[in-house]
């Protein structure tokens, strides 16, 4: 699937701990799902509305280097959608594009 940016949604935790370790290693979902979930602008909403409805603040963190963008797997989701998946990598601080705080 040819996109040019992906998005990962933090907790105000999760998001102060990527900022001081340099890393994400990912979300307990991810961890135990053995790779890091991430989104389209367009998946995002979603997202954001299925899993983060009563949570807030969060963090939506963009990413678009070449390197993530290649390491990339697009696995379908329970609703036939395809969603990218990054294995075997932390996502590192340098590689974030842009962040957005939805209260």
């Given at each position: 699937m040819e996109v040019d940016k992906v998005f990962k949604i933090l907790t105000t935790d999760q998001w102060d701990a990527f900022q001081e370790s340099g890393e994400f290693i990912g979300s307990p979902v991810d961890i135990q799902d053995?790779?890091?979930?991430?989104?389209?602008?367009?998946?995002t909403e979603?997202?954001?509305?299925?899993?983060?409805?009563?949570?807030?603040?969060?963090?939506i963190i963009e990413f678009q280097s070449k390197e993530i963008m290649d390491l990339l797997k697009w696995e379908?989701?329970?609703n036939n959608?395809?969603?990218?998946?990054?294995?075997?990598?932390?996502?590192?601080?340098?590689?974030?594009s842009g962040t957005e705080k939805i209260d």
């Open positions: 053995g790779y890091i979930h991430l989104s389209t602008a367009v998946q979603r997202v954001l509305n299925k899993y983060y409805a009563d949570t807030r603040p969060v963090f379908k989701a329970s959608d395809l969603f990218p998946h990054l294995y075997g990598r932390p996502l590192h601080l340098d590689e974030v």
